[in-house]
């Protein structure tokens, strides 16, 4: 996400929150206040008796927070905003100001509109109360005008088909911070992390059930200046296409539901066998532009890595999915590539599946037969037959590191050596390739 905006009821704790975030995050977020509290402030407006000076104020003031907003997106910096014109509407309708609903419809579009909405929810009681303690009769709004006002709100939200999160902020402050920062992805950096010689962009390959995930669960939990330090890895965004795949699947399901054909699947044992082979291409294509979406904004990878995560199988698997991705991509990636066997791979699929039927969890397996026809071979060796060393794809030399990941391990103590280990040789060729 590049730009996420809150709300809340009065006192519901954005103003604290956000000022929190950006004092925490100076590396990571900018923090732009309340447009309207802040003219109607600057300006000494009353924001219930002279509310068309107020329209007229919030008006004059849309072009410059409209650069506001697009200098720190430009910046590489997650932008968070608090309040919205939206929320102005609805007081709006809430106080029966017409002037403003009638110029809502001519400002609605000039500001940019945000990835997702958040909601920070109180009990109207419960804002009524910290109103009172915060002592601010001039913004002061009883429960009558809230009700209305969240009416009001809700169903602009529905109109606008926005993306609405809500979060419960009628709880203890280190509770409540944590899902905001787990929900906006935001790591604690100290000053000491050093982040200017990460890499950017990680292919992270190899068969199913291989470790990858357990790699990226592992740099999650590693505190972000050693990993930095150890694994050069910064504060990072990790994706994949298999919820790309799943959703198609499930769209198959509700094709057959109608009566229609599948399009890309067949049901294999409580999961899904790929039945349309021109799925990979499609999958790795999507994933490509997904990927450039996040890149393309200047500064998007400052002090941040990525790390893209996918499995391919066949004669050709690889080989195909690097001449599919975009050339932006490859220029400012590394592979590493988790190594375990066909069977191993395979085993550890048939214990994870286990394991999760016990615990009464959404499982997913297939049939041996299926498992080998899709993941049975890959060209990965075919294609980087050393140990580490570059790789050729459209043209564009990448540095990749292969690992072996057995026998397994959850010991923190053997995985971390492991991991170092490879990614230092990759960091190394990567300093070779990357330009000064």
């Not at 470790?211 to 910064?234: C, L, N, V």
Request: negative net charge; hydrophobic residues 40%; proline residues 5%.
């Amino acid at each position: 996400m590049q730009h996420v905006i809150f709300e809340g009821l009065p006192a519901a704790g954005k103003s604290e929150m956000l000022s929190l975030l950006a004092r925490f995050y100076p590396q990571s977020v900018v923090v732009l206040p309340e447009l309207v509290k802040e003219v109607a402030t600057r300006d000494e407006i009353d924001i219930f008796s002279q509310r068309d000076r107020l329209t007229e104020a919030i008006i004059a003031e849309i072009p410059r927070r409209r650069e506001q907003v697009e200098r720190a997106i430009a910046s590489g910096k997650l932008c968070l905003e608090e309040s919205h014109l939206g929320v102005h509407l609805a007081y709006a309708h809430a106080l029966g100001d017409r002037g403003f609903i009638e110029a809502y419809q001519d400002v609605a579009s000039a500001l940019p509109q945000p990835d997702a909405y958040v909601r920070l929810d109180i009990p109207i009681e419960l804002s009524l109360l910290r109103q009172e303690a915060r002592n601010t009769p001039r913004f002061f709004i009883d429960k009558e005008h809230l009700k209305a006002m969240l009416t009001a709100l809700q169903r602009w939200h529905i109109e606008h088909l926005t993306n609405l999160i809500t979060i419960d902020a009628d709880r203890e402050a280190s509770s409540f911070l944590a899902e905001v920062e787990r929900m906006l992805g935001l790591e604690y950096m100290s000053a000491k992390a050093p982040l200017d010689d990460t890499f950017d962009i990680i292919l992270l390959l190899g068969r199913p059930a291989a470790g990858k995930s357990e790699f990226i669960d592992f740099m999650h939990k590693t505190p972000i200046a050693q990993r930095a330090r150890d694994y050069h890895i910064a504060p990072f965004e990790a994706v994949d296409d298999f919820p790309i795949l799943w959703e198609k699947c499930v769209e198959d399901d509700l094709w057959e539901s109608m009566g229609k054909e599948r399009l890309y699947s067949r049901r294999a044992e409580g999961n899904y066998a790929i039945t349309n082979s021109d799925m990979w291409e499609f999958l790795i294509r999507r994933l490509s532009q997904r990927v450039d979406e996040i890149i393309s904004p200047k500064g998007a990878l400052a002090s941040r890595s990525l790390i893209i995560e996918f499995a391919r199988g066949g004669e050709r698997g690889y080989t195909d999915a690097f001449s599919q991705l975009s050339p932006q991509i490859l220029k400012r990636a590394v592979i590493l590539y988790v190594s375990v066997s066909f069977e191993e791979s395979w085993r550890r699929n048939v214990a994870r599946y286990d394991e999760k039927r016990k615990s009464g969890l959404l499982t997913h397996s297939v049939p041996r037969a299926e498992m080998e026809a899709t993941y049975g071979i890959d060209d990965w060796f075919e294609i980087a037959r050393e140990p580490h060393g570059t790789i050729t794809a459209q043209g564009i030399e990448v540095p990749y590191a292969t690992m072996n990941n057995e026998p397994e391990s959850k010991d923190p103590q053997i995985l971390g050596p492991r991991y170092k280990a490879a990614l230092d040789e990759l960091y190394s060729l990567w300093k070779r390739k990357r330009p000064r």
